[in-house]
């Protein structure tokens, strides 16, 4: 799960969105199959906010954000 996320970082610096897109996916799915803390499954989440961002899609990363204040 973890290599996925960090992998996520990687392709999105090489903006290789839906690369990127889809290891933060997988990272949280397994995150959360995993039975993590939800404090784990947010740094996928944020990186899927940082996604959308990056793709203009203002309206679903707001949707990621909301998902992470939910916790905090």
């Known amino acids: 799960a ?5 992998a996520g970082h990687a392709e ?3 903006d290789r969105h ?3 897109r889809q290891a933060y996916a997988e990272s ?3 995150l ?3 039975k993590m803390r939800p404090q784990q499954v947010l740094d996928p989440i944020s ?3 940082r996604v959308a961002l990056a793709q203009g899609l203002a309206a679903v990363a707001m949707a990621h954000v909301e998902e992470i204040l939910v916790h905090m």
């Not at 973890?2 to 960090?6: E, G, K």
């Open 2 to 6: 973890y290599a996925r996320l960090v």
């Open 12 to 14: 999105l610096g090489l």
């Open 18 to 20: 839906d690369e990127a």
């Open 28 to 30: 949280r799915d397994q």
């Open 32 to 34: 959360q199959r995993l």
């Open 47 to 49: 990186g899927l906010a």
